[in-house]
């Protein structure tokens, strides 16, 4: 917002400076006086006008695109005019201030000291001397607010300036926009700092400086004119003046107050918060310095705030991470938020703490990275509870696939010795021993089945390899050929755009494709099957879409068809053991993405899923 201002008036004073050169040189002297006085704007005043926003536009890009010696020949340029035309004035020249010829005004004592003052405040402000380049404005606006005031009481003698020549009335107002300008150039630093950077002093200046630079101009001016045209005695005048700024000025103490007071109840309550919160919520300037500390920083790292404060984060951090502060520090002058980063840091008494860190930038109103804030989050107990987690999952994997591989070879036994009764005693005994004959072997075989999904299920976790770049659409091109035989029984068809490089498992990848494409050739309809196959990039993730025209679902089964051996028909009417979708969906959250379904009976399915992107 400040930064938008100051181009504002400096874009003012530019263009006002044109139009008064524009009046010198058409013979047009309205456009230098604006009417208000015998002063006009020289044209020597409009060219230093122009240098010195030449000047305000440099010195603001200065750090960015090394426009220095610009705003450093303007200041001088400005100077060495003003100064000339001082020595004119002090040698009693009978020309003096008129720098362009009698014709093009006369540059007066009070304008040359402004524009010196102004030139000196931006050399200043680019050699860090924050509160002498303040000064220094401040005294160019003294100068030109006195001539504005004069002009609006009619006293002659404010418009002169200290006796000399006066200052035109619209040269007072270019000087005033330029001074606060230039006060704008660096508000973060100097007698600024606090009105740029601080709630309350911000809140207290935006409520008071328009009353107290306006009230006493409209209040004095109604007296000066009661006065003028005998309503009202001097004494009176100044009386009046004198109480209603009491008024006036007092209210607004009691406006700010309560603004502050506001401010401050508002602040207390944010304190609360953080000083309650059981993360350790921590401020840090740009050089890694902690500037603030709360509770929660002290109950997980073990010190106090007067401690910490003052000191490098680096005193938390392990020697062996110690470049996480670095990337962490240049991420946030990029402007840029670090969410949830997994980490370890180090307590006082030299133990490590498991952590998750959310960093976010502290901006100013301008835009301007200040700091930032760090939120930690002590995650050790989670920790535990995944490893725990981990190992179980492991144990269980391990299990299952020990269960089902060492159940293989006796139930391969009791299908073969089923199969053998059923070879040699089939028709041999009476109808109700051949029925249980072809029971046993059907379930014996049912149950290898079972036990050998069972290997295929625990086998996603245990035996999946890890991630890298894999081509889909090569992917989805051999599980169609895999299938080709099925495709043409049915008369079906497998349609796919182009889809985008994902990271997986690409065995794992197929078998997911394999397993949803297949269910669309198995319960189709009395149509000839039609699969398309869809994605579309969301951010990281990329979200594949496997549709068909098959005889569909009710979707009060959608949860149930994920689940290991269920069915929704009788194994008569389709075959399988149902544990295609399970492994499915243990395939697609083992990625790190999701799966779900969407049907309507008689209209075809379509299972909706994520994977990661190649980013």
Known sequence: MLALTRRGLAGVVALYSGVAAAGWMLGLPALTSFGVGAAKTSLATAACAILVVIAVIAKDRDERTGWRIVWMVACALVAAISLVA?????????????????????????????????????????????????????????????????YAYEVAALTQVLGFSAMAFPTALVVTLLAMAILMLDPKRGWLRHVATGPQARSAFQLMMPVAVIAPFVIGGAANWLVGVGLVGTSFGFAAVAVIMIITLGAMVVVTSAQIGRINRTEARLVAIVESSDDAIIGKDLNGIITSWNRGGERLFGYGAREAIGRPMQMLIPAERAEEETEILARIHRKEHIDHFETVRRRKDGSMLDVSITVSPILLASGTVIGASSIIRDISARKLKDLELQRSNAELEQFAYVASHDLQEPLRMVANYVELLSQRYTGQLDERADKFIHYASDGARRMQQLVSDLLAYSRVGSQGKPPVPVETNAVVDRVVHTLQRRLEECGGMVEWDDLPRVRGDEVQLAQLFQNLIGNALKFRGDEPPRVRVLSEVEGRMVRFAVSDNGIGMEMRFADRIFQMFQRLHERSAFEGSGIGLAISKRIVERHGGSIRVESEPGRGTTFFFTLPADL
Do not use: E, H, N
Not at 94 to 110: K, V
Not at 122 to 131: D, L, P, T
Not at 134 to 150: D, E, H, Q, T, Y
């Open 86 to 150: 001082l020595g004119q004035y002090a040698l009693d020249l009978g020309d003096a201030g008129y720098l362009m010829g009698p014709g093009m005004g006369r540059f007066s004592p009070a304008t040359a000291v402004s524009f010196l003052l102004l030139s000196g405040a931006i050399a200043a402000i680019g050699a860090q001397r924050y509160y002498l380049g303040a000064g220094l404005a401040i005294g160019a606006l003294m100068i030109s607010g006195s001539a504005i005031v004069g």
